[in-house]
């Protein structure tokens, strides 16, 4: 699901893993029931025993995660009390060292977590994740940043309208339209206007 959301999403999770080689889990709208959207690389035996024993009742990264409306950490910065000794047992599975970022927009609740094996997370690789945390945040659950103008025009392009035409029906000039498009291309990380319709089209925001 996420990869037909998510621009360039397999590109990107690649560089996840290249910056969390022992996995990473992204899920958006979390509750007490579970995310709406959820991609894990994480073992499977981790995976597995995080939900067969019910970890996330008691485990201090969540913990964090569901106490912030917005930041980031490393696993290890994390002051939760941990009873049951979780921490350690992701160690057991290779998740050594580990970073959560977290973000609620709208009443939802989204959080990235990931490990490695050899060494904290360096203060560079961080902003990397979080930049790409909130570019993701955003595109789901804040209309990509687009203004009701922004979406307007993509619309209009939907329905076939070429950029004279957007221009005319809206009684603009055409270098204000072109304007409006190129700021859906980067706020979507689209090529180009075609591109970006889709990416509109398939998270429903026109």
Known sequence: MLKQML????QEAARLS????????????YTPFGPELMHSTF??????AYSKGAIFMHDPVLTWIT????????????RHSDPYNILSAARSHGLSFGVAF??????KQSFLSAARKDREFLDAEMAEMGA?????????????????DERIVLALSRDGLSQTEVAQELGLSLATIKARLKRTHLKLNATNTTHAVAIAVTLKLI
């Open 7 to 10: 621009p360039n999403f397999e």
């Open 18 to 29: 290249e910056l969390a080689p022992s996995g990473w889990v992204l899920a958006f709208n």
């Open 43 to 48: 073992p499977k035996s981790w995976q597995e």
């Open 67 to 78: 106490s912030t409306p917005e930041g980031m950490i490393r696993w290890s910065e994390i």
């Open 102 to 107: 977290s973000r609620k927009l709208h009443g």
């Open 132 to 148: 790409k945390f909130s570019f993701w945040t955003n595109l789901l659950h804040n209309n990509a940043g687009l203004t009701e």
